[in-house]
C-alpha cells in the first residue's frame, strides 16, 4: 500500500528507520534461519491498532529534530 509523504522530513525519516529495520533482520538472519521465531499470528495488526496516527506523528516530530542534531555533531557543513 503506497503511503503519502505529507510533512517535511518524513521521507528521510521513514528511510532510516527502513534501514534500521533492514539492519535488524540482517543481523538476525546472520544468527541463523534456525533460531528465528516467527511472532504469531495477528502481532502486526494488533501493533497497527495500538498505533494511533497522533503517536506516529509525535514520534516523527522527535525523530526527525534528533536526526538533524545528530547530523549537525557528524557533519557541521552538510547544510550548505
Known amino acids: 500500500m503506497p503511503v503519502a509523504i505529507q510533512r517535511p522530513g518524513e ?3 521513514r528511510r532510516y528507520f527502513l534501514e534500521r529495520a533492514c539492519q535488524a533482520q540482517v543481523t538476525m ?3 541463523g534461519l534456525d533460531r528465528l521465531l516467527a511472532p504469531p499470528d495477528g502481532v502486526a495488526d494488533k501493533v497497527r491498532q495500538q498505533t494511533p496516527p497522533a503517536g506516529v506523528a ?3 516530530a522527535l525523530a ?3 536526526l538533524l542534531r545528530r ?3 557528524l557533519d557541521p ?3 550548505t
Do not use: N, V, Y
Open 58 to 60: 509525535k514520534a516523527e
Open 71 to 73: 547530523l549537525d555533531r
Open 64 to 66: 526527525w529534530p534528533a
Open 29 to 31: 538472519l546472520a544468527a
Open 11 to 13: 521521507c528521510s525519516l
Open 77 to 79: 557543513g552538510f547544510r
